[in-house]
């Protein structure tokens, strides 16, 4: 039953990061058509990436030389880029995905591999819906607490009323 619960919240956890990603997307084509020059600036972020991996791999003569060359022009792209969100009122972190839970991600897990705390928190709201005690409290509760219910004289011999 619990391994049944857990299915239940990963598939809504991989539905919400999922929401999360695609919403980004959105963002970026929305920037993309408003501002061509980002997706060209992306565009080219990528291609240094990989040639920076391929530097890293095949480590040429001018190894330190070609790495420091785009590294540069890495920051040069990712500097214009700033200016350009800057120019047009564009929060930086415009392009970031957006999670209901910073810590995990909308994954459940944090980096560590321990369960995240709004993970286990679905599942204690999980197993509480499943006990019914929603339903009970909604009737037996504080706001429906009848004090006079119990009595005002003392038990046996004891000092205090259950009152």
């Known amino acids: 039953m619990k391994d049944n619960i857990i299915n239940k919240i990963m598939t809504e956890y991989d539905r919400k990061h999922l929401k999360a990603l695609s919403d980004l997307d959105e963002r970026k084509n929305e920037i993309y058509e408003l501002l061509p020059r980002c997706k060209e600036i992306d565009k080219n972020i990528s291609l240094i990436g990989i040639n920076i991996s391929k530097t890293l791999i095949s480590k040429p003569d001018n ?9 540069t022009e890495l920051e040069n792209l990712k500097t214009e880029k700033n200016h350009i969100f800057k120019a047009n009122k564009i929060p930086s972190d415009f392009l970031m995905p957006i999670y209901e839970c910073e810590k995990c991600n909308d994954t459940g897990y944090l980096e560590s591999g321990e369960k995240c705390i709004c993970f286990k928190q679905q599942i204690i709201e999980k197993l509480y819906e499943m006990s019914n005690l929603k339903f009970m409290l909604e ?3 504080f706001e429906t607490f009848d004090i006079n219910i119990f009595s005002d004289k003392p038990y046996n011999n004891e000092r205090l009323t259950s009152r």
Do not use: A
């Open 139 to 141: 009737k037996e509760n």
């Open 63 to 71: 190894f330190e030389e070609k790495l420091n060359f785009l590294k």
